[in-house]
């Protein structure tokens, strides 16, 4: 999808957020925490036009899956038009349905969430539920990975999960705090 595609969609869409795909640096960045030598499973909430989908199905394994939940029609269409790979599931749902659409046999076995959705739309129990489905679905020591404008997410993430680390990466528009979150891991807040 163009940029100016993009920008469109936003404009009829205020829950897309961002005016333009995350850059290709803030993309690597946030992938430098996915191991890609090994079969896993990769659930992505809000995948928009792709930016992140295509680059980390790049370096997937064939045994890999990614699932992918966009609430957007028009970004849902396109990614089921443009990304016919047998790795991938496209659901056109909310982040917070992830528990209904995601195949029971993988309920706690996802070793990563990868999450672009603006949880700073989301009233406060919305949030808990997507946080607490997220944590659900992951298997011990999965990695919740989000990038989010401001630190607004980190009391919620504490409340649910108890650690998180953030990074702030400034070459993106706009800047974004990338949050990593371990099920039930030891990592402390930074
Ligand atoms: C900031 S954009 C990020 C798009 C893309 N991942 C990127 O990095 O360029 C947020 C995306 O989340 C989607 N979205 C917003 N709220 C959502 C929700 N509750 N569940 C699923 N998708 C959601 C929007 O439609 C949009 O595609």
């Not at 163009?2 to 850059?23: E, L, Q, Y």
């Not at 030598?37 to 928009?48: A, F, K, W």
């Not at 949030?127 to 992951?138: D, E, F, G, N, P």
Request: with cysteine.
């Amino acid at each position: 999808m163009s940029k100016i595609d993009f920008f469109k969609t936003f404009i009829k869409d205020r829950d897309v957020a961002s005016v333009t795909p995350t850059s290709l640096h803030c993309v690597k960045k946030v992938c430098t925490n996915i191991d890609f030598s090994r079969d896993i499973v990769l659930v992505e909430y809000g995948p928009g036009d792709g930016v992140f989908s295509r680059y980390v199905l790049d370096l997937m394994t064939p045994g890999s899956r990614l699932i992918m939940i966009e609430m957007n029609k028009d970004f849902y269409a396109h990614l089921k038009k443009t990304i016919p790979d047998p790795r991938v599931e496209i659901h056109n749902a909310r982040a917070g349905d992830v528990l209904s659409v995601l195949n029971p046999s993988l309920i706690g076995k996802v070793d990563y969430v990868l999450s672009g959705i603006p949880f700073s739309f989301l009233k406060k129990d919305r949030k808990q539920i997507v946080l607490k489905a997220t944590k659900t679905i992951l298997k011990e020591g999965g990695l919740f990975l989000a990038y989010q404008t401001s630190g607004h997410l980190k009391k919620p993430v504490m409340e649910v999960f108890g650690n998180l680390e953030t990074e702030r990466e400034m070459l993106n528009l706009p800047p974004y705090l990338i949050y990593k979150v371990v099920k039930n891991g030891q990592l402390e807040e930074s």
